[in-house]
């Protein structure tokens, strides 16, 4: 009978010390590279990563960000995995770029291709005129003097 509450006990504490937490919804990050920047929609989005994003975060130009979040805690704070995917959708509800992922490997193609293209190179026909050079300067730096010697009391001591 002893041995029997011993191990129950011994399995209450394991219980106790071996608690687990998820949060986020678990998303498919392999299929990240099946999206379609100009294409893609959020719905579209959504069912190809088999979860709906996490949180959305509105931009003053119309576009918003969609966050994939996902972050599963063994032994709290022991051991944890945690994967994000940050897109970006225009107006109009479609792809325009992946922002940024945490723990999600993409080959170059993937990521580059969901990146975007690049930006158009500014328009500026006159190049800007080259920085005049630093002026020279001569700097002085003041050193300190040597200390004074103590000075020497002459005459005898009383004793």
Not at 55 to 82: C, E, H, M, N
Not at 135 to 147: D, L, R
């Amino acid at each position: 009978m002893r041995g029997y509450i011993h191990l129950l006990a011994s399995a209450a504490l394991a219980a106790l010390l071996a608690g687990c937490s998820a949060t986020g919804h678990n998303f498919d990050p392999g299929k990240l590279s099946t999206l379609t920047p100009g294409k893609t929609t959020l719905e579209e989005a959504s069912r190809a990563l088999t979860a709906p994003p996490d949180k959305y975060y509105k931009q003053t130009d119309g576009t918003f960000l969609a966050l994939w979040s996902f972050k599963i805690t063994f032994v709290p704070d022991g051991f944890y995995s945690r994967k994000e995917a940050l897109l970006q959708f225009g107006p109009d509800g479609r792809l325009l770029r992946l922002v940024d992922s945490t723990n999600i490997l993409l080959e170059p193609w993937e990521r580059q291709k969901l990146l975007g293209p690049a930006p158009p190179p500014e328009d500026n026909p006159e190049p800007a005129p080259p920085a005049p050079p630093p002026e020279e300067q001569t700097i002085s730096i003041p050193v300190p003097s040597a200390p004074p010697e103590p000075v020497r009391k002459s005459g005898a001591a009383k004793s």
